[in-house]
Nanobody
């Protein structure tokens, strides 16, 4: 059974930083591309960042230069370091992975950035 558990969300002022973590289980973590998505009320889920098994990264245009995705295969963990946060970054952030051509998501963690 796929298990994804996000943590690290919270309240922060604009310009501040947060670090999100996702603990994964039920998958062979080291061979999987991992994803961070976010969803704000009334908006569709958007890609924030991804990282392949080989460490290649990709970022959404709105977060390039501010967010960094990383992984620790020994701990089955993927992280998202978020710097220079803006109010428009406010959303629920989800960790994701694909298995058998389907996406699996964690419960999400709320990030709120005040102006």
């Amino acid at each position: 059974q796929v298990q994804l558990v996000e943590s690290g969300g919270g309240l922060v002022q604009a310009g501040g930083s947060l670090r999100l973590s996702c603990a994964a289980g039920g998958i062979i973590f080291s061979i999987k591309t991992m994803y961070w998505y976010r969803q704000a009320p009334g908006k569709q889920r958007e890609l924030v960042a991804s990282i392949t098994s080989g460490g290649s990264t990709n970022y959404g245009d709105s977060v390039k230069g501010r967010f960094t995705i990383s992984r620790d295969n020994a701990k089955n963990t993927v992280s998202l370091q978020m710097n220079s946060l803006k109010p428009e970054d406010t959303a629920v952030y989800y960790c994701g992975v694909t298995l058998q051509n389907n996406y699996y998501w964690g419960q999400g963690t709320q990030v709120t950035v005040s102006s």
